[in-house]
């Protein structure tokens, strides 16, 4: 049996598959919590990785290693190679003052996604650059290279060769690379930042990075985490797939590029040679989290709680952003209680409005890719909750399937390192299980209550 390994790392945690390559039966896996915080240095996750790995029964009989990881943050490196400063996450919105800048300094939001594909708000590695210049120039000074989660973790993988690597679908999260083109705009860089650090070597889809320093596995080029979603889910074109991890996407496989120029939809690539459409949301499972700590009980007592209460909470409606909000681009928004009365002031109605207004944002997301999809198709640590998956077709007016729940990010990693091996000019087709089908009426006026509430 051949084994490949898929690595997860994401913003809460780093999770590592070994499947067999040619079937995709999973062998062994391990997990591994990272620190919280939108602020981290990248040694964090490096020690997650080996914790994760040496859980998964080490890497010693695998062929080939993919590395998929949350997108968009900033790893500085100076002339050794070493870290400058912890990296910014795509959850950092300090850099909001910087993407509103760059954005008039090009022109305006249309003229950036010409460029790129995507109108920048803080998330893109673009603006944290910005923020770099403008508030800590001498670390902005000995930034001698810039690269992305999944390139370090590669790269360290590799044992630190002189060059570093990313892929198509990582570096259209950039704000510097076009998707259309296929090209760095490294003059959005020296608008950033005043001059253009070294950056990674692009590499195609399934084009090899380099070879594990310990045990000699191929090393794929990894990707982003929806790009990976993207392949272990298995996309099919008219599929639209909502992941409710820390971050709520709703992304589609498109065969062209894209460019929105309201914003809302940013054009990245995927990990195959195509496109990858989506919408970000800053308020997702962490909402659930939230919810139940406030409440003091566990997920299952919160969806448990959600399920026994009317559809609609009876009017009470939770505005999400507790971590401020992308889409809407509103990085200064705090969450907010509206329609509170005695009647609606139970545990049961507070669980049921968090799920709601967690799935209202999703359901602004799905729309806003403008598609009419075939199937939507639920994942992420948050697709979890029973309450979830009930709940969702309430909001999004529409039947939703669920995946059995699984590591879909680690999953297309590996499919992605399976693929390397075969060098067959498409990824290998896994069997991904059955999914479940949930339908339900829509909720009337849900949608528009939230909407109301979310303005205010
Ligand atoms: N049964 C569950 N009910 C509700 N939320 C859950 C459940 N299981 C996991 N989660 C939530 O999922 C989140 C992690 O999801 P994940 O997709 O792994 O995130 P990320 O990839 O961003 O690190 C956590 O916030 C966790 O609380
Ligand atoms: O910023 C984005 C997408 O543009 C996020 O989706 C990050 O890639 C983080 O993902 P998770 O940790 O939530 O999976």
Redesign the pocket.
């Known amino acids: 049996m051949t084994l490949v390994a898929g690595v997860?790392s994401?913003?809460?945690?780093c999770k590592v598959v070994i499947r067999d390559a040619e079937s995709g039966a999973l062998v062994r896996e391990g997990r591994a919590p990272h620190p919280d915080g939108t602020e981290v240095h990248p040694d964090h996750w490096w020690t997650a990785l080996q914790s994760a790995i040496e859980q998964a029964g080490g890497l010693a009989d695998v062929a080939a290693v993919s590395v998929g990881a949350q997108q968009h943050g900033m790893v500085c490196l100076d002339e050794d190679g070493e870290v400058v400063r912890p990296a910014l996450l795509w959850n950092d919105t300090r850099s909001a003052g910087a993407a509103t800048d760059l954005v008039a300094e090009l022109g305006g939001p249309k003229a950036w996604a010409e460029a790129v594909g995507s109108v920048p708000v803080a998330s893109f590695t673009v603006t944290k650059l910005r923020w770099l210049a403008a508030n800590e120039p001498d670390n902005a000074r000995r930034t001698r290279s810039v690269c992305l989660p999944h390139d370090w973790l590669t790269w360290r993988l590799a044992g630190r060769p002189g060059t570093i690597t990313t892929d198509r679908g990582d570096a259209s999260g950039t704000g510097y690379w076009s998707p259309a083109t296929g090209e760095y705009r490294t003059d959005l860089l020296e608008l950033a930042m005043g001059r253009v650090p070294e950056l990674p070597r692009v590499l195609g889809p399934a084009e090899q990075a380099g070879t594990a320093e310990q045990g000699g596995a191929l090393l794929a080029p990894g990707t982003g985490?929806n790009m990976a979603a993207a392949l272990g889910v298995g996309m099919r074109p008219g599929d639209v797939v909502v992941s409710i991890?820390?971050?709520g996407t709703a992304f589609a496989v498109a065969e062209g590029p894209s460019a929105d120029p309201s914003g809302a939809v940013a054009g990245f690539a995927d990990a195959t040679g195509r496109y990858l459409p989506l919408v970000c949301t800053l308020n997702a499972?962490?909402v659930?989290?939230a919810a139940a700590r406030m409440l003091r009980v566990t997920?299952?007592e919160l969806?448990d709680l959600a399920l026994r209460a009317p559809a609609g909470a009876d009017g009470l409606v939770l505005v999400p952003y507790l971590e401020g909000e992308r889409t809407p681009n509103r990085p200064d928004a705090t969450g907010s209680l509206h329609g509170l009365r005695l009647g609606n002031s139970t545990p049961e109605h507070l669980a049921r409005a968090a799920v709601e207004g967690m799935l209202c944002g999703l359901a602004d997301a799905l729309d806003a890719l403008g598609l009419e999809p075939q199937r939507v198709l639920l994942i992420?640590?948050?697709a979890?909750?029973e309450a979830v998956r009930r709940i969702a077709p309430t909001v999004f007016g529409r039947p939703v399937l669920v995946p059995t729940p699984g590591e879909y990010?680690a999953d297309g990693a590996a499919k992605q390192a399976a693929w390397l091996l075969s060098g067959d000019p498409e990824p290998p087709v896994w069997d991904t299980g059955a999914t479940e089908r949930y339908e339900a009426d829509p909720t009337s006026g849900l949608r528009e209550r939230y909407h109301e509430a979310a303005q205010e």
């Open positions: 997860d994401s913003t809460q945690s985490d991890g820390t971050s499972a962490r659930l989290d997920p299952q969806s992420g640590g948050g979890r909750s990010v």
